[in-house]
């Protein structure tokens, strides 16, 4: 576990470390979507897609050096019965559930259909939560990790659905792993169907990337609407106290498309990407980045206004699922420039906190190294960030703490997650 406390002036990273080489551990293809495990920072995941269509999902343990592979696991024949689907990641639960570090994520299963599945880093059984013939996908976990959205197209079109019962089908989920040790993928009458999941969303279009607000009251997603005989997508906010409020739209712009949201941790902001309209899912590579501010009524904690901050910088290389990172203190974004091979890590100083708008430098590149994405974990004890390169023809995935002004943690304005090691149901 990286331990904080050195304090520097400088805006840099450091302490930088590279963790995983596709080379040494013998990946084969691209690697893309990293995450850090909040509930275990030593933990890192990432999907490496082979010859374009074949999809692997990974947890690496930074203290053990352990690669451990998710999705596809194979029968004694050793024949594949689970394929990550393209554009999928591993979505880590917030907090530990009876001492284990839980995750969510999509698979075709045995059947081919993409359904969500449930698991842990301990026990290598699987549950799976949706099943038919639809797509189920990008799967977010609650701050307090007792329930998750996710999206499906059972509707139609694609809505949000709900599942709040996660401690409850914790416990069924162990007490069959007991009982039938020998099965990898568990599926349990009444549970795996999804029949019972709560759809929160009723849109035309299909609506995707939920994100949940720290204090857990909101989500926000994108929606794809169709304005001025165009189609584009708009952010909206929904209220998880009462779903059955229409969505509020926080973005109307009919040129661009807003896309992939992303909470700040002190929830006064939301950061998004922004690409030209009409584009629907074929969202280019290099996009815009911007940000949004709100404000609360400081008893209910009721969003009563919004009021977007306009675009902070052209040509970022976008992180494939995850949306924007935000650094420590929520006083910055860090994000990867996209215009060409000299693509730095940069970040951003908000403008409510300094006077200046320059994007700073905090990992030059070599000419011939790719930086592709960048992944975090924030806490008022650790900060960590996760970047991933392409460099001498490897992907390569490296592990490094923000420092300095702007990037230090500051614990009054970070969401500190319940003091719970593990929950009991």
């Known amino acids: 576990m990286y331990v904080s406390g050195l304090v520097c002036a400088e805006e840099r990273l450091y302490d930088i470390r590279q963790v995983v080489s596709a080379h040494e551990y013998n990946l084969r293809g691209e690697l893309v979507n990293i995450a850090i495990s909040p509930a275990n920072p030593d933990i890192i995941s990432f999907e490496s897609i082979e010859d374009g269509n074949l999809h692997r999902l990974w947890w690496f343990d930074l203290d053990s050096q352990d690669l451990v592979q998710v999705s596809p696991r194979t029968t004694t024949n050793n ?4 394929y990550a689907q393209s554009d999928r990641d591993i979505n880590w639960c917030p907090v530990k559930i009876n001492g284990k570090n839980w995750f969510l994520f999509v698979s075709s299963g045995i059947d081919g259909e993409e359904n969500i599945y449930l698991g842990n880093t301990r026990d290598y059984h699987y549950l799976r939560l949706t099943s038919g013939n639809y797509v189920d996908h990008h799967p977010r976990w609650s701050p307090d990790g007792e329930s998750f959205v996710y999206v499906s197209s059972r509707s139609g079109n694609g809505d949000i659905y709900l599942v709040n019962n996660v401690g409850e089908l914790i416990e069924i989920f162990e007490r069959e792993i007991d009982e039938a040790p020998e099965f990898r ?8 169907s999804g029949k019972d999941h709560i759809r929160i969303t009723d849109n035309p ?8 607000s720290p204090d857990g009251r909101y989500i926000v997603y994108q929606g794809l609407i169709r304005s001025d005989d165009m189609l584009n997508l708009d952010l909206f906010l929904l209220d998880m106290k009462n779903i059955s409020a229409a969505p509020i739209n926080i973005t109307e ?20 990407y922004v690409s030209p309209a009409g584009r629907g899912r074929d969202v280019p590579a290099s996009v815009h980045l911007a940000y949004i501010e709100l404000q609360s009524d400081s008893l209910t904690g009721e969003i009563t206004s919004f009021s977007a901050r306009g675009t902070i910088d052209a040509n970022i290389r976008r992180n494939n699922n995850a949306g924007p990172l935000w650094g420590p203190g929520s006083r910055s974004l860090l994000y990867v420039k996209g215009d060409g091979n000299y693509t730095p890590v940069l970040m951003y100083k908000m403008t409510q906190y300094d006077d200046t708008t320059k994007a700073l430098t905090l990992r030059e590149s070599r000419l011939d190294i790719i930086h592709r994405e960048i992944a975090g974990y924030i806490s008022p004890e650790n ?10 023809q490897d992907y390569r995935i490296y592990t490094a703490r923000p420092c300095g002004g702007a990037l230090s943690r500051n614990s009054y304005d970070v969401y500190v997650k319940p003091e719970v090691d593990s929950h009991s149901y």
């Not at 024949?79 to 689970?82: D, G, I, K, Q, S």
């Not at 900060?383 to 001498?392: H, P, W």
């Open 79 to 82: 024949e594949y019965f689970w």
């Open 185 to 192: 993928e568990i599926v349990i009458e009444g549970i795996s």
């Open 205 to 212: 279009g299909m609506d995707s990337y939920p994100d949940w």
């Open 253 to 272: 712009n009919p040129g661009h498309d807003t896309i992939q949201p992303k909470w700040s941790y002190d929830q006064n902001s939301i950061a998004y």
């Open 383 to 392: 900060s960590l960030v996760a970047y991933l390169t392409f460099e001498e």
